[in-house]
């Protein structure tokens, strides 16, 4: 069980796949913090898993911040444009 330092920790260090393993915690609030964390960060690596959590994960609160995330990685994904 991770806590919410831990997840501004893997934040500030960009562990996306620590936030990633996060998004599983058993605590909603830091699974909300590691969506968020993720959405900001804007790696793309964590779109399927957002988008899973934001359709699967039992707390409305969590998967809110899910699609909140989401929504950011994907238009900063549309932002950057077709991969070269």
Do not use: C, H, N
């Not at 996306?16 to 830091?30: S, T």
């Not at 359709?55 to 609160?61: G, Y």
């Not at 998967?63 to 991969?83: F, H, L, M, N, S």
Request: charged share 35%.
């Amino acid at each position: 069980m991770a806590t919410i330092d831990e997840v501004d920790t893997m934040r500030d260090s960009r562990d996306i796949d620590g936030l990633i393993r996060a998004l599983a915690d058993e605590d909603e609030f830091v699974r909300s913090q590691a969506a968020l964390s993720l959405g900001t960060l804007a790696d793309p690596k964590a779109s399927e898993p957002l988008m899973r959590m934001q359709k699967e994960d039992p707390s409305a609160s969590a998967r809110e911040a899910a699609a909140t995330a989401y929504k950011w990685v994907v238009g900063r994904i549309r932002e950057a444009g077709p991969a070269r």
